[in-house]
């Protein structure tokens, strides 16, 4: 069975531009969470979708948003692009309920 | 606020010595706690979790860890390093809800 798959693996933006990153779940998978991790941190919460619906955000600005599909895929799209959210952007599934969370390869984002 | 510390930034080891890994959290309840493995640029894989019962917890790849309520800690071992676990190691944490909590990770060094 595949796991969580992201694309793209790498993606070089500029400031002030936008961005929008992808994620496949596990198959049987309805839960959908992203996560930003900067280099030399631990990974911080950003989403997490259910059945299309956000249940829960983590303190990042609006120019951060989600969106869940029919098939459970998810987008994440970050507008006008700071140097600073360059970063490998985690995603991960789960079921429902369960608390452990599988996650994909990541995409790394440079921006400059 | 729930909280991991992981005290070491990073870690040196012989490869073949005996390896541990600190972690403590901040919750008032016991949480569900997690370790992490993650190669450079890839993403996160699951080494072992622990949700009740037996508070010393097997894993994958050789590790184990020991949870104590009374120290608020979760410490990763392993009692014979190799080479191929030089990595970066997160232990998070979840609290029944939609995020996890990351520690800002201990990277190990393994020497020949």
């Known amino acids: 069975d595949a796991g969580v798959t992201q694309s793209p693996t790498h993606l070089i933006k500029t400031r002030g531009q936008q961005v929008t990153l992808r994620c496949s779940p596990i198959?049987?998978?309805?839960?959908v969470s992203w996560y930003q991790q900067v280099l030399g941190q631990g990974p911080q919460f950003i989403f997490q979708?259910?059945?299309?619906?956000?249940?829960g955000r983590g303190n990042f600005p609006d120019r951060f948003s989600a969106r869940q599909f029919p098939n459970y895929s998810s987008e994440l799209n970050v507008n006008a692009l700071l140097l600073g959210d360059s970063a490998l952007y985690l995603c991960?599934?789960?079921?429902?309920?369960?608390?452990?969370?599988?996650f994909g390869q990541g995409t790394r984002l440079t921006v400059v | 606020a729930q909280s991991v510390t992981q005290p070491d930034i990073h870690i040196t080891v012989s490869e073949g010595a005996s390896l541990e890994l600190r972690c403590n959290y901040s919750?008032?309840?016991?949480?569900?706690l997690f370790w992490y493995v993650q190669s450079p640029g890839q993403g996160l894989q699951l080494l072992l979790k622990y949700f009740s019962g037996d508070t010393l917890v097997q894993g994958i790849k050789g590790f184990e860890a020991e949870f104590k309520r009374s120290q608020s800690s979760f410490n990763l071992r392993k009692p014979s390093v190799h080479w191929s676990d030089a990595a970066e190691y997160f232990c998070?944490?979840?609290?029944?809800?939609?995020?996890?909590?990351f520690g800002a990770g201990t990277r190990l060094f393994v020497k020949a």
């Open positions: 979708y259910y059945e299309k619906e956000e249940r």
């Open positions: 919750y008032g309840a016991t949480p569900y």
């Open positions: 991960a599934s789960s079921s429902l309920g369960d608390t452990e969370a599988f």
């Open positions: 998070a944490l979840n609290t029944g809800g939609f995020k996890t909590i």
């Open positions: 198959s049987g998978h309805k839960s």
